[in-house]
């Protein structure tokens, strides 16, 4: 189980990326792309063009994890790729957080999504 705590590295792939990509090829972009040790215990956080998606791939020190969440409407907020130059940005648990939970982090607004009654 991925736990969120203060001291969880996190970090966001800024570039889209396939879905369609699981273990090896979320491995590839971590070590690849990223320039970081995908074993390092770090939560890499990464979404598809229209940010109706996101996977993250977390190492608990016996294998990886694939988290993934798909949303019926509505997008995540994700910052621009030209916010980073190494392709990559590093948030904290709380930020992450409220980004899976529909907080534009920038205005600090619930975003506009699909809820089921």
Excluded: Y
């Amino acid at each position: 189980m991925l736990t969120l705590t203060g001291s969880l590295r996190i970090f966001l792939a800024l570039q889209p990326c396939d879905m369609r990509r699981s273990f090896d090829g979320l491995h590839a972009i971590v070590t690849g792309t990223l320039g970081e040790d995908p074993r390092s215990g770090a939560v890499f956080v990464f979404t598809n063009r229209n940010r109706s998606i996101i996977k993250l791939l977390h190492w608990d020190g016996t294998g990886l994890w694939v988290h993934a969440k798909r949303l019926e409407r509505g997008t995540f907020q994700w910052p621009k790729p030209s916010q980073a130059a190494d392709g990559k940005l590093k948030l904290d648990a709380t930020a992450l957080a409220m980004l899976t939970d529909g907080i534009d982090l920038r205005g600090g607004m619930r975003r506009p999504w699909f809820e089921r009654d």
